[in-house]
């Protein structure tokens, strides 16, 4: 069982997780978009493959790399959460 505040810390790192994916994939999706289909693909999994590190290391800091499901979750709603907000943003720019 785990404790109830490791619990809460990894929801909370994995929602700003996902927020901040969300954000730098945006980014870089904006950079890449100039190079060859091959580049942009094996940039891409290296950008992945980044970003997983990152993430495991923040949970094996956190609580002893331990995943649950809510961790998924979480990184889904914040992900969600950054393309909803942007949107509002660039809505409210408009008027």
Do not use: C, P, R, W
């Not at 404790?3 to 954000?23: H, V």
């Not at 091959?38 to 980044?50: G, M, R, T």
């Not at 914040?78 to 008027?95: C, R, V």
């Amino acid at each position: 069982m785990i404790d109830l505040t490791l619990q809460f810390k990894l929801i909370i790192f994995s929602f700003i997780f996902g927020f901040m994916f969300s954000a730098s994939l945006e980014g870089f999706n904006k950079i890449i978009k100039k190079y060859s289909t091959a580049i942009e693909i094996i940039l891409s999994f290296i950008f992945i493959l980044f970003m997983t590190f990152v993430y495991f290391v923040g949970i094996q800091k956190i609580g002893n790399a331990i995943f649950h499901i809510y961790s998924i979750l979480s990184i889904i709603v914040g992900f969600i959460l950054y393309d909803i907000i942007i949107k509002i943003i660039a809505n409210n720019n408009k008027k």
